[in-house]
Structure formats: C-alpha cells, structure tokens
C-alpha cells in the first residue's frame, strides 16, 4: 500500500462508479485490521503514528467510496473535472424550476403526509439522477458532464435534508 494511491487503488476496486457496498465495507474492515494502530504498538512510537496516518487515510477513503454522490465527485476529481461546487453553480433552468416548485411545495405543506409525499418524489428523482449519473460515468466516461450532474444531486440532498428536518418538526 502507497499513501499516494488513489481510494481505488487503496481498497483494490476498480475504479468505477457502480460499487458492491458490501465489498466496499468488507475491504474496509480488512484494511482497518492492517493498519490499526494497536498493531504496532510494540513498534513504538514512530510505527503508531504511522499506523495512525494509515488508519485515518483508509477511514477518509471509505468515507468517499461508500457514499455514491462522494465517490462520484472523487471519480470526477480523478478524471480532471473537479466539481468546484464553491464557484459552479450554474445549474439549467429546468432543473432550477424544479428546485423553486419543490421549495413552495415544502414551505406550503400542511401535514406529514404533504410532507412524505414530497419526500417520495425527492427520492424518486434522486433514484433516476443517480442512474443518469452512473451511465454517464461509466458507460459514456463523460467526467465534465458527471460533474454537472453531481453538482445538480448536492443541491437535492441538501433539499432531502431540509424535507427530513420539516418532518422532524411535524413530529416524525
């Protein structure tokens, strides 16, 4: 194992967007076994932290592998086409509107059940977007255009947020 590989190479996937998150979690757990710093605790100090470099480089790996709109982002980094969230915000018009409809429709439903069958359509148009996104990844290998489409899936998540804590207030 390098410090300078890459997640993928890391954790031994291929390096794609469309991951078994049981494989994902199984490589983490044995990679964590490998490095951790109680291993090494007869080596002294320098081997712990080591192992501790280790430890938090395999944990910051899993943590963008495991969660698709991460390891997209990673994938679309690694492929030249960082998502720059920060100063891209261009998103299309119809994809803003959307955004505008499903905020009215947040902050003018009266009830939990409203509020569920927004969240259902949220998480159906996360579903096909995540779909979209992983064809355009790893069948078209288009990373400029996964990145724009990743910026699009943050602001969704950030709205699934708000429905989730609009819930909490109702009392669910």
């Not at 710093?37 to 495991?66: H, K």
């Not at 492929?79 to 509107?97: C, K, V, W």
């Not at 992983?134 to 724009?148: I, N, V």
């Amino acid at each position: 194992m390098k410090l300078d590989s890459d997640d993928f190479e890391l954790f031994g996937l291929p390096r794609r967007f469309v991951q078994d998150r049981s494989e994902i979690d199984a490589r983490w757990r044995m990679l964590q076994g490998e490095v951790h710093p109680d291993r090494f605790a007869a080596g002294g100090a320098a081997a712990q932290r080591s192992a501790m470099q280790w430890a938090v480089r395999v944990n910051e790996a899993y943590q963008r592998l495991r969660d698709p709109l991460k390891r997209a982002a990673y994938l679309c980094e690694l492929a030249g086409a960082p998502i720059d969230a920060e100063n891209n915000t261009a998103m299309p018009g119809d994809f803003l509107m959307q955004q505008m409809a499903w905020r009215e429709a947040l902050d003018d439903a009266q009830g939990i059940e409203e509020v569920r069958l927004l969240a259902d359509e949220v998480s159906a148009f996360r579903r096909d977007a995540l779909e979209r996104l992983q064809y355009t990844l790893d069948e078209q290998r288009d990373p400029a255009e996964a990145a724009r489409q990743v910026r699009a899936l943050m602001f969704v998540e950030r709205f699934d947020d708000d429905i989730d804590r609009r819930l909490e207030s109702l009392g669910e």
